[in-house]
């Protein structure tokens, strides 16, 4: 039975109205269902880089500094920041390497306030939260530097630039 010209219209303006609806849910739903890449373990002789809240190079760090605020003041990063490590194949440079021997990577910030800060990554993949408790600068530039473990004459670390941010401003 023919249609008319209005209402094959009609069916076709339904048609997309609905593949209009759908396609953006499919992709949200794909979106949410994406899986994450699996931790790997560290290993010797691996090509990686550092990530400081999922920036290999001029990362921003969130701290609150409440009250007056001088070049010396610290204070601490806020919820929800983090670092991490991934290895990249083929190598790239820049590029930290865990030499002959590098089973860990230890992270860093390189202030004077953060010297015995740390944070220990046996795998790859594996964000780690930039603790609360730190005491970081309240502003300025500064890095946080990747360093493979043990250590052997191969082994080169990895830094990431980052800017402290004071939201107490």
């Given at each position: 039975m023919p249609h008319s010209p209005a209402?094959?219209?009609l069916a076709v303006a339904a048609t997309l109205a609905l593949g209009a609806a759908v396609v953006p849910a499919l992709t949200a739903a794909t979106a949410a269902?994406?899986?994450?890449?699996d931790p790997i373990p560290i290993t010797p002789?691996?090509?990686?880089?550092?990530l400081v809240n999922g920036k290999t190079a001029d990362a921003v760090v969130t701290v609150v500094c409440p009250g007056p605020v001088t070049s010396t003041s610290v204070g601490h990063p806020i919820e929800g920041q983090t670092a991490e490590?991934?290895?990249?194949?083929?190598?790239?440079?820049?590029?930290?390497?865990?030499?002959?021997?590098?089973?860990?990577?230890?992270?860093?910030?390189?202030?004077?306030?953060?010297a015995s800060q740390a944070i220990v990554?046996?795998?790859?993949?594996?964000?780690?939260?930039?603790?609360?408790?730190?005491?970081l600068p309240c502003g300025g530039s500064g890095a946080m530097t990747f360093v493979p473990?043990?250590?052997?004459?191969t082994a080169r670390s990895y830094t990431v630039k980052v800017t402290f941010l004071n939201i107490a401003n």
């Open positions: 209402a094959r219209r269902t994406a899986v994450a890449q002789n691996t090509a990686f880089v550092g490590v991934r290895s990249i194949v083929p190598p790239v440079t820049p590029s930290g390497f865990t030499g002959s021997q590098g089973r860990q990577i230890v992270a860093g910030f390189d202030s004077a306030s953060t990554f046996s795998s790859y993949f594996a964000p780690a939260a930039i603790p609360t408790t730190w005491l473990e043990p250590t052997s004459p």
